[in-house]
């Protein structure tokens, strides 16, 4: 399945503490066809935000209550700082 190299690499990852959501948004990123269907199965609402934010400009949502380009901008500099 994932072997060691993948194991150590997650060790990386999840000493980052990430949220737990950007995790499986990640993992639908890279998921080939038959994980992508699991992911999809176990987490809808989260495939179906996925799908909404890749096409939305910037990943952002109405919902997200952004509005102001630059608000945008910032908001995006502080994750990126953060996670990038």
Request: charged share 25%.
């Amino acid at each position: 399945m994932g072997g060691l190299h993948a194991y150590l690499i997650s060790m990386g990852i999840s000493s980052r503490n990430p949220p737990f959501y950007s995790l499986l948004m990640a993992a639908m990123r890279q998921a080939d066809s038959d994980n992508m269907s699991k992911l999809r199965l176990m987490w809808p609402e989260l495939y179906d935000e996925m799908l909404q934010r890749y096409n939305a400009p910037g990943g952002i949502l109405v919902e997200d209550g952004i509005t102001d380009i630059d608000a945008m901008a910032k908001a995006r500099e502080e994750i990126m700082a953060e996670w990038g």
